[in-house]
């Protein structure tokens, strides 16, 4: 927009410039004050005048949804966001993932597999964890009547993978990733039966997590988790895709999972088995395409990739180096909230581009009134041009700028209101940019003038 009028300025530098000699020519004489008012006629004024108060506009919407931005930059580059990247996990998900079904291994006993699942998730206060023991009262089974008296619970870590109990009878019971049981059943000697493989495969192509449970070191089942996805996430993203917004969701979970939750979601790509250095490696592709990329982060080795990112939204709860590194803080801590960032951002840059079509077509009324005033006694045949038939060539330069000067105080609730953006194609909404702004541009000035002359004229 800055280079637009700048070059909008210099041709109309270059006009004004050249316009001595051609009324020279002539034999017309123009007079330093009339210049002048040609001049600030001509340049884009309006749109100049206003863009502050639509930078301010967009600081003030993005405030009010709880979000401080370091510059209205920030704002105005959301909006033209090509790429957004979105962690699954709070954003896509709901960020529980909650137990549906028990699987017991082939001869294990399902009552008896339950209770194991129950006893192993006593000291898991996670949500994950509470599910579990939901899963098993819905089943029949009370923690009350388990024995987990002179237990030893074996917390999850992330070297292990898993968490589980030891029982005072000796029985050692966990619960956790595929490969870490696998690893513990395989290590004393124990297969790992075909037929789990084969459900855990299932449960993984269906979008869901499995954690396998073994009991003194042989697989006696598999939980299934399942990701909730949050309700209307699917209609957000459409009205994203709408926008040309494409959509990466960032994971951990292995490609299969993701895949599912992908398509469940409605989300243009993703990250499978993410790490942070996944995200700025995919940030400096999109970049390198010449895309701009959003993505929000709240941790220290997310810092490196929202200082990369064009626009970089961090969490009031993050790290300081998150929050450095971005040029937005989220002071809801809401993961969806960057969603609500490009929208503010575009309706920003549709209100930019609203008024600058009415002001460029604001300029054709103006010629219409300043180059008959100028070059009428010199060249009678522009008197054609003075179709809004004005009162006089000094009535009629002086109702121009007074015109310019009135319509950015009059245009400046509009800046600062916003106009509504849809999310329709660009052809549409050029379309329809050119017919309401555009159209309204030309007629406001040829009314707006003619009455401010029938009001000088009465001085002339």
């Known amino acids: 927009m800055t280079i637009l009028l700048a070059a909008f300025t210099l041709v109309f530098v270059i006009v004004c410039i050249t316009l ?104 898991d206060d996670t949500p994950e964890g509470k599910s579990i023991i939901e899963l098993g009262r819905e089943s029949g089974l009370r923690m009350r009547n388990l024995n987990t008296d002179g237990a030893h619970m074996i917390k999850f870590t992330a070297e292990t993978k898993c968490s589980g109990i030891n029982l ?28 789990t493989e084969d459900i855990i495969q299932t449960i993984t192509s269906n979008g869901g997590t499995p954690l396998v449970v073994s009991v003194n070191k042989k697989i006696a089942g598999v939980i299934e988790l399942q990701d909730i996805i949050k ?21 951990g979970d292995n490609p299969l999972t993701a895949n599912y939750i992908a398509e469940k979601a409605g989300v243009d790509d993703f990250i499978a088995e993410a790490k942070p250095e996944d995200k700025m490696e995919y940030i400096k592709k999109e970049q390198a395409a010449g895309k701009l990329v959003a993505m929000m982060g709240d941790g220290t080795n997310d810092a490196p990739a929202l200082a990369q990112a064009n626009v970089g939204v961090a969490m009031n709860s993050g790290t300081q180096a998150a929050k450095e590194a971005g040029n937005m803080v989220d002071l809801d801590n809401d993961p969806t909230k960057l969603i609500e960032i490009v929208e503010i951002g575009k309706q920003l840059l549709m ?24 070059f009428m006694l010199s060249i009678p045949e522009l008197a054609a041009l003075n179709i809004m038939g004005l009162h006089s060539p000094e009535s009629a330069i002086l109702s ?42 030309v007629i406001a000035p040829f009314v707006g003038i003619k009455l401010i002359d029938l009001v000088v004229g009465l001085f002339f």
Do not use: W
Not at 28 to 33: G, H, K, L, P, Q
Not at 232 to 246: A, C, S, T, W
Not at 410 to 432: D, E, F, M, N, T
């Open 20 to 123: 001595k000699p051609f009324a020279d020519y002539t034999g017309t004489v123009i007079t330093i004050a009339s210049f002048l008012s040609l001049f600030v006629c001509l340049i884009p004024t309006t749109i100049g005048g206003l863009l502050s108060a639509i930078g301010i506009a967009g600081m003030d919407r993005a405030l009010r949804a709880n979000v401080i931005t370091k510059s209205g930059k920030a704002v105005e580059t959301a909006g033209d966001i090509d790429t957004l990247l979105l962690d699954k996990t709070g954003t896509i998900t709901i960020g529980n993932r909650k137990a549906t079904r028990f699987y017991p291994a082939q001869g294990v006993d399902e009552h008896a597999f339950i209770e194991a699942c129950l006893l192993s998730s006593v000291s």
């Open 168 to 195: 005072k009878d000796g029985t050692e019971i966990r619960k956790g990733a595929f490969d870490a049981i696998r690893k513990i059943a395989l290590s004393a000697g124990n297969p790992f039966p075909k037929e």
């Open 231 to 251: 309700p209307g996430i699917q209609e957000r993203f459409e009205r994203l895709r709408k926008m040309g917004v494409k959509t990466v969701m960032v994971t």
């Open 351 to 374: 209100t930019r581009g609203t008024l600058t079509t009415f002001s460029i077509a604001n300029d054709v009324a103006k010629y219409f009134a300043i180059v008959p005033a100028l």
């Open 400 to 441: 121009a700028v007074i015109f310019n000067a009135i319509i950015i105080p009059i245009l400046i609730p509009l800046a600062l209101k916003g106009v509504q953006y849809k999310p329709i194609g660009a052809s549409a909404l050029l379309r329809r940019n050119l017919l309401i702004y555009g159209i309204g541009g």
